[in-house]
């Protein structure tokens, strides 16, 4: 049995990993964290007959009752989840921590030598250099669970490295796809969230709509594949069919297909490097019809160009753009900031970010701190412009 330690489980990543883990005979649960829903910890928790868990929210943490809940042994706080993986053994860790909050239990999991199935793009964003020196010096495999970067993992694989010459990393163009920034002067938390392909959390569907997500796709495949930034590309692929592709030395174009089911790239990260069956829809491609491939629009989408502008930048800057955006997207989703101000409000922190790699966790918090001050008191101003 491959022991699992799942931190972020209530979200949806979480959720659709517990699916696979549930219909898997290979697979048990030892551990599980939340943020701050409590009561679907601790509903998975019970069912799972898991005893160590972490709760990332204090005040969340202190309405689980000890006497109601004695067989649990409780970590609360920011560090809760770091702590949960440096004292509970496993085999494999999937981090699907939403944002800056999961680099701590990614670092955590290097130092530990365990395997680490990734989620929190975040990580590897805030902090590549750092990650990838440590995982590295540690030995640790780090399986990528997005699925355009699962694809890529397997694609590479396939053909070797060596032989890669670019990468192409698909996007479904979000719910705005084909918009002008006009029609975008007044979307709305609900336009915003209702992604056309994908179940997804809050966060994570505006940066889809924004196509911040495909920014940070780009940086983080930069520091998993050891790819420049001009041998990463992006296409709108309105169908999400195609995850990703692999151009190589010789002309060849090697595709990764499948239906666009989060289960996929969870279950190939969970069981690696063996491949375990799936009840997954099989693809119909006949009933697909036709596939579809577009440039992205730049300038109504600004937010790819600023990650590749903060990825020549180094990690400073990369951390600053991710600091920016979990700040501008958290206002425009408490109706504080407009859709068409994230962009704006990240552009606006990354002119004055500082550049260059990072060495340690204490100096990437340092940026992330100035980072969102900064953002903070941008978004303050532009609040009151409005």
């Known amino acids: ?49 898991v005893s160590h868990v972490a709760i990332a929210d204090e005040a969340a943490a202190r309405t689980v009752s000890s006497s109601l809940y004695p067989e649990l042994r409780i970590r609360s706080g920011a560090e809760a989840a770091a ?26 999991a290097m130092d530990g030598g365990c395997a680490l199935a990734l989620a929190n793009k975040e990580s590897l964003v805030c902090a590549g250099s750092l990650v990838v020196r440590r995982a590295r010096r540690k030995g640790v495999d780090i399986i990528p669970v997005d699925s355009e970067h699962s694809a890529l993992f397997q694609l590479i694989a396939a ?21 002008t920034a006009a029609e975008l002067s007044g979307v709305t938390r609900e336009e915003a969230l209702a992604h056309p392909t994908w179940s997804m959390g809050e966060k994570i569907s505006v940066d889809s709509a924004t196509l911040m997500n495909k920014g940070l796709e780009i940086i983080e495949a930069h520091h998993l594949f050891g790819l ?10 309105p169908q999400s069919v195609v995850h990703a592709l692999v151009k190589l030395v010789d002309g060849a174009l090697l595709a990764h297909m499948g239906v666009a089911d989060m289960r996929v790239p969870i279950g190939f990260a969970l069981h690696y490097p063996e491949r375990a069956p799936m009840s997954i829809p099989e693809l119909d491609l006949a009933s697909v019809g036709a596939l579809g491939f577009e440039r992205p629009d730049g ?42 101000g994230i962009a704006e409000l990240v552009g606006a922190v990354l002119g ?27 978004c303050a101003g532009m609040s009151e412009s409005v």
């Open 159 to 179: 053909s070797g490295p060596e032989s890669v010459q670019s990468v192409t990393i698909t996007a479904s163009g979000g719910p705005f796809r084909g918009k």
């Open 228 to 237: 420049s930034y001009d041998q990463i590309e992006v296409v709108i692929h």
């Open 83 to 108: 702590r949960l993986v440096r004292e509970v053994e496993a085999d494999l860790i999937l981090n699907a921590i939403v944002g800056f909050a999961g680099l701590e239990s990614t670092l955590a």
């Open 1 to 49: 049995m491959r022991r699992v330690l799942l931190l972020g489980s209530t979200g949806s990543i979480g959720t659709q990993a517990l699916r696979v883990i549930a219909a898997s005979s290979d697979l048990t649960v030892v551990g599980l964290s939340c943020d701050r829903n409590v009561g679907l910890l601790l509903e998975q928790a019970s069912s799972l007959g």
């Open 352 to 378: 004055e970010s500082p550049a260059g790699d990072l060495g340690t966790y204490e100096e990437v918090v340092d940026v992330d701190t100035w980072a969102r001050h900064k953002a903070q008191k941008i």
């Open 299 to 340: 300038v109504t989408f600004p937010a790819m160009d600023l990650a590749r502008e903060a990825g020549l930048k180094g990690d400073k800057a990369t951390c600053s753009l991710n600091a920016a955006n979990e700040v501008a997207v958290n206002a425009f989703l408490a109706g504080r900031l407009p859709f068409l």
